[in-house]
């Protein structure tokens, strides 16, 4: 049943309601009056729709601590859709951005359907281009993929992203259906699909959950089968609070499972494929900035926008508390540029400004960057604390410094 519009006030009231904790107390009046600007958003995730045919165990949307889904239509109407993208052409227009990325994001995008993502896309298109060039991909747990699917995203230049964990047996443990069936021999025919040479230019890339269960050359490797440009490794989401499964106050197993597969990626005869945290490391490692957020101090430039318009802070933020990623801002009223002046948002654009005396003082810090900002949630001092992985980006950073540092001696010395 659609909720009335005090309804959803008295929701977003509820959601983002003050708890007393950093980033709350940051004054972004100050940091205006000395000389901080925002950084406009370039990186617009659209969840075009909020529910999803699977039921992983360590899924951020549905198994953790924000349940706003429920809230939510279970799609992005196409009013809402027409709306949010006049949004971001006015954002990109105001701010001089000739280019824009946009995810299609859910739960699973491809429940929509073929029509509902064809009018999403040329929607996007016509309030943008030609000025604003939008880069669209979709990000999808690969179950549903089919030749009518990419045949519209060829169709579209519609990039693809799909989530697949590895082995089959490190897949299915985690990312199943609600019946607690295995979903790896769909996502690997679609893979397979998408991998053929008929839509192989469409792969954009692997999102894969580290897990320590997992061997991570295993994992690399059957991740290679499908010849990714790129993999993202990600940390399962967790906090102070909440710390992620098998994790120790005084271990590092995460960081251990990195190095591992840092070696079996970085040593290899030719570079196989891009793993975005090791290349962004050694970018930041050489004193480059970094281009995500997960480590490194550059500002982020991502917003979410949900199935009912409104505008929402990185999808993560979800696993710290009920609301985190919330925001009382909503596409039918308010510009994206509103949200960049709100003290949740600038705290994730102002670098070494957000982070705690003890990443301060760390002498890996403008690597590291604190790590991933929802991983430093701790309930009571909010977000300014290291990431829960603290240990574990130490051990991979100092890692791959070294190995760098060694492979530039040897090259300075011609070896
Ligand atoms: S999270 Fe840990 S390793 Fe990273 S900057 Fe902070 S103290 Fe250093």
């Known amino acids: 049943m659609a909720r009335s519009a005090d309804d959803r006030g008295t929701r977003v009231r509820e959601r983002t309601r003050t708890r007393g904790e950093w980033p709350e107390t940051l004054d972004v009046e100050d940091l205006l009056a000395r000389g901080w600007r925002p950084t406009p958003f370039r990186e617009f995730v659209l969840k075009v729709h909020s529910r999803c045919n699977l039921a992983c165990d360590y899924c951020y949307m549905y198994e953790m601590a924000d349940q706003g889904w429920r809230d939510q239509p279970r799609r992005m109407a196409r009013p809402v859709v027409e709306r949010v993208a006049e949004r971001i052409a006015e954002h990109a227009r105001a701010h001089g951005r000739g280019r824009v990325d946009v995810i299609l994001h859910g739960g699973e995008p491809l429940l929509v359907g073929l029509d509902h993502l064809r009018h999403t896309v040329q929607v996007l298109r016509k309030a943008n281009e030609p000025d604003v060039h939008i880069d669209l991909r979709l990000q999808t747990n690969g179950v549903l993929l089919d030749t009518h699917f990419l045949d519209l995203f060829d169709d579209l230049g519609v990039r693809v992203g799909v989530s697949v964990d590895g082995t089959r047996e490190d897949h299915d443990r985690h990312r199943r259906r609600f019946d607690g069936r295995g979903t790896h021999a769909e996502v ?228």
């Open 188 to 415: 690997r025919a679609g893979l397979e699909l998408l991998g053929s040479p008929r839509y192989r230019h469409l792969m954009s890339g692997l999102l894969t959950t580290v897990d320590l269960e997992s061997d991570p050359v295993a994992t690399y490797e059957a991740l290679l089968e499908f010849a990714p440009p790129t993999v993202d490794l990600l940390l399962p989401h967790g906090n102070w609070d909440t710390p992620p499964r098998g994790w120790t106050p005084d271990g590092a197993a995460y960081g251990a499972w990195l190095v591992a597969a840092f070696d079996r990626w970085y040593h290899a005869p030719r570079r196989e494929t891009n793993i975005r945290l090791f290349n962004e490391i050694i970018r930041l490692v050489l004193g480059r900035p970094s281009r995500t957020e997960s480590v490194g101090l550059s500002p982020a430039a991502l917003v979410v926008v949900e199935t009912d318009g409104s505008i929402e802070q990185v999808d993560s933020l979800r696993s710290a508390y009920d609301g985190a990623a919330a925001t009382p801002l909503h596409t039918l009223t308010h510009a994206f540029d509103q949200a960049l002046y709100l003290p949740s948002v600038a705290a994730r654009q102002i670098g070494a400004r957000a982070l705690g005396p003890t990443c301060a003082a760390c002498p890996l810090a403008r690597v590291c960057g604190g790590g991933l900002y929802p991983h430093r949630y701790r309930s009571g001092s909010g977000f300014r604390n290291p990431s829960v992985y603290c240990r574990d980006l130490y051990r991979l950073i100092e890692h791959v410094r070294q190995t760098v540092a060694a492979d530039v001696a040897r090259l300075r010395e011609g070896r």
